[in-house]
């Protein structure tokens, strides 16, 4: 690939499509949103007919992009599948999306702009599993476009822009929209500045470069409310995830010298807290930020008698190997199984299991 002008070679197909599909993977994040609106409102720009497809609502913590009329929901009848179990948000620009009394599920497919699509372009995916049942328009002929910053990507795309030196999808089409001479605005603005807050956990992860910096500056010129965006990215919280953050700082053991931390979350606990599977949702942060605590175990009861297991470690603790004892996997820093005991057994098991990382 190297020497080859990729962005070019996308920009050249874009130019010579008149209908264009830009889909997101699914568990929709801030990434592949950011990325997918940012190029259909670029392509709008260019008098292409473009919209972006999902199959999910549009999470809560996302509601403030300009999804506008541009978000389609893909599925075969109204109300189809299984589109539902996050917390429905919505765009707050109306426009076509207003019809589900979540007001967040994006408007169906009608047979007037069901495609067929000149050009797909899949943006964020790191391989066609995240896009549920959209995986089979990979198949229908049109053109894939495959926009990415994952290593793992294996360029199943017809065209391929894979960087994965870049922090962000939405780096990537920012560079795009440049290459397309569509005029930044502030719509477009704050599509690619949440793609890349998102991707770098606003500006603070490892993957953060001057680039990044670089990016965000120019966006920041269209003025955005980035007090209101970091609140809705990372600080926005329900009532039952709040309660859950509470029985978690209550509930945590420490072991091994204050080197392990472990919390379990019985399901009559979390009925009990009025939270929800989305609130545990990284609770395990909450014990691997504590000083000196060098894996973080959290067990929550996902059916009776049956745990998932979520471990995190900092340091080189590779928590893989537990996971994989136990028929799971995961990373040497974040990894995740699945474990049958009774509540009061769990915690005793954990710290055993974990032995190995202490000696
Ligand atoms: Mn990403």
Not at 311 to 317: G, T
Request: overall charge negative; some cysteine; hydrophobic content about 40%.
């Amino acid at each position: 690939m190297a020497g080859r002008d990729l962005y070019g070679d996308v920009a050249e197909k874009l130019r010579a499509a008149e209908s264009i599909a830009v889909l997101v993977h699914n568990s929709i994040d801030g990434d592949t949103l950011g990325s997918a609106l940012a190029l259909v409102l670029a392509l709008a720009k260019l008098g292409k007919k473009a919209v972006v497809l999902a199959e999910e609502k549009i999470p809560e913590n996302l509601s403030m992009l300009p999804c506008g009329d541009y978000v389609r929901q893909y599925g075969e009848g109204a109300g189809d599948g299984d589109a539902g179990e996050d917390a429905g948000g919505g765009c707050d620009v109306a426009g076509g999306a207003g019809e589900s009394d979540a007001g967040g599920a994006p408007a169906e497919v009608g047979a007037a702009d069901a495609g067929p699509w000149d050009v797909l372009v899949v943006v964020d995916a790191g391989d066609p599993g995240r896009l549920g049942r959209r995986a089979r328009l990979l198949e229908s002929g049109a053109c894939v476009i495959n926009i990415d910053h994952h290593i793992t990507n294996r360029g199943y795309g017809d065209i391929n822009l894979i960087i994965s030196d870049a922090a962000a999808t939405a780096e990537l089409v920012y560079h795009l929209i440049c290459r397309l001479g569509v005029a930044m605005d502030r719509d477009i603005a704050v599509c690619i500045y949440t793609g890349i807050c998102t991707d770098t956990g606003g500006f603070s992860y490892n993957n953060t470069t001057s680039g990044c910096h670089e990016i965000a500056a120019e966006m920041l010129r269209f003025d955005l409310d980035v007090n209101k965006l970091h609140y809705l990215f990372f600080n926005a919280i329900t009532c039952g995830k709040l309660r859950c953050h509470g029985y978690v700082a209550n509930s945590l053991k420490f072991h091994y010298s204050g080197r392990l931390a472990v919390v379990v979350i019985s399901d009559s606990a979390l009925e009990a807290l009025g939270a929800t599977e989305a609130d545990c949702e990284g609770l395990v942060d909450i014990g691997r930020n504590v000083r000196g605590v060098e894996v973080s175990a959290m067990a929550r009861e996902t059916k009776p008698g049956e745990f998932r297991i979520n471990l995190r470690s900092r340091n080189d603790a590779d928590v893989s190997i537990m996971a994989k004892r136990f028929g799971g996997g995961g990373h040497v820093a974040a990894s995740g199984c699945t474990i049958c005991a009774r509540a009061e057994d769990m915690e005793g098991l954990i710290v055993e299991a974990m032995a190995y990382a202490f000696d």
